[in-house]
């Protein structure tokens, strides 16, 4: 059944007119359309086709599903602003793979869950990707910034704040709600012209780009990778018990798909802890365990069951947590944490953000991986690209007494100094 008709609204929340039939007083820069029909989805992709670059946000819900509902699509290109209400029209393929189209730059402001939204549906990524967010942290303090503090720091503009917490399954929707959505795109355009020409003043064109491709490689990962190590409590479990987690994980998240629920309503991280500590398959004793008396777990049990005998009948030389690394001496700790200090002054200097570069934790591998410890097949994310070239020099010369750290004008933004070869700066 067709929807209801498009709409174009103005930023203000207001209905001011429906397609082809809008007000000539209408000002463009405040005006929206609202995309609720299959045949107006199709029009608005034709057109998004002739454009040099699409900028795009999502508002969706998590909580209640295997994986994300979209719920909204925002969308602004040359002389286009548009939100698509993708519960009317939930077949947006055409969309995903517009943007593959080698020739076209795809904007967007955080934009994790909204990749993941194209590699489920297609497979594929965004020919030309620029996060915003990743963007700001190259050529700014902050990082990650929120939409409306990039907007706010580089383009001077206040944003909606309205509509936090709205639940965007709803319908209908009101036209505030609407407004509140559209805003996350309003700015997308300015905002890339405006980083892309201080990217390319600091001579960092390069590192967005290479920045930009590693970080779709770990999304990408992290939407196919299992992700069973992430099961909370299980640092303290021995490599069989590691095992038995590994095959509770995939069974949770199997059972989790088929039923299209959130993992952990399947079943606790806790509850699967506690069962690996067990170490037992046979479904009396599981059904014994506190927690585990629900009564839609019963229709499960077997495979639950079968999951921890898996677990359990694992061969020795398959068992997870087999690699051992010489250990790190106990001082890499606060040696990690003193470069880490280091190493953000250094940043904030060269104004970039601190929390993009590196971790305290990054910054103990690398040490760890200079002084001979941990994977020597594996080189930490700090000695590589366009991070190795901001710290490394900087770690080289702390280590071997050719730099200094020291407390300068206390009353300073900065206080902290780094001097070199005596220098006091």
Not at 16 to 22: E, F, H, K, N
Not at 276 to 300: F, N, P, W, Y
Not at 311 to 316: A, N, Q, S
Request: glycine fraction near 8%.
């Amino acid at each position: 059944m067709r929807g209801r008709v498009d709409r174009l609204l103005s930023a203000s929340g207001g209905t001011v007119g429906r397609l082809g039939g809008v007000s000539k007083d209408l000002k463009h820069r405040t005006a929206f359309e609202v995309i609720e029909t299959d045949s107006g989805f199709r029009e608005l992709v034709d057109r998004l086709a002739e454009q040099p670059f699409v900028a795009f946000d999502t508002e969706f819900v998590s909580e209640h599903t295997y994986r994300s509902q979209l719920c909204l699509l925002q969308v602004a290109a040359p002389g286009i602003l548009a939100v698509v209400d993708t519960l009317a029209v939930p077949e947006v393929e055409a969309f995903w793979r517009l943007l593959t189209d080698s020739g076209r730059t795809t904007i967007v402001h955080a934009g994790r869950e909204e990749m993941g939204f194209i590699l489920h549906a297609i497979e594929a990524r965004p020919a030309n990707l620029f996060d915003v967010q990743v963007a700001a942290g190259l050529v700014d303090h902050d990082y990650p910034a929120g939409y409306a503090s990039i907007v706010r720091r580089f383009l001077g503009r206040p944003t909606n704040k309205g509509e936090t917490r709205t639940d965007w399954r709803k319908r209908p929707l009101s036209d505030a709600q609407l407004a509140y959505a559209v805003d996350d795109v309003r700015h997308l355009e300015e905002l890339w012209q405006t980083l892309a020409g201080k990217l390319e003043k600091l001579g960092r064109t390069g590192w967005m780009t290479a920045e930009m491709a590693s970080w779709q490689d770990d999304v990408a990962e992290s939407f196919s990778r299992k992700r069973w190590r992430r099961v909370s409590g299980s640092s303290g479990l021995s490599r069989r018990e590691l095992a038995i987690a590994r095959e509770l994980w995939h069974w949770r998240d199997a059972v989790a798909e088929e039923r299209n629920m959130p993992p952990k309503r399947v079943l606790r991280d806790d509850l699967i802890v506690e069962l690996c500590k067990r170490k037992t398959a046979d479904e009396r004793q599981i059904a014994a365990v506190r927690g585990m008396q629900r009564s839609d777990l019963k229709h499960i049990m077997r495979g639950l069951s079968e999951a921890i005998a898996r677990g359990l009948d694992c061969p020795d030389d398959e068992l997870p947590g087999g690699q051992r690394h010489r250990a790190p001496p106990p001082q890499l700790a606060m040696l990690g944490q003193f470069m880490a200090t280091a190493v953000a002054g250094l940043c904030r200097q060269e104004q970039l953000a601190p929390a993009l570069v590196g971790t305290s934790s990054d910054m103990r591998d690398l040490l760890g991986w200079k002084l001979g410890y941990g994977d020597p097949d594996r080189t930490p994310a700090l000695a590589t690209g366009w991070r190795a070239e901001v710290v490394g020099t900087l770690v080289d010369d702390l280590l071997a007494g050719r730099a200094a750290l020291r407390i300068g004008d206390i009353r300073s933004p900065e206080p902290l100094v780094i001097e070199r070869h005596g220098n006091r700066g």
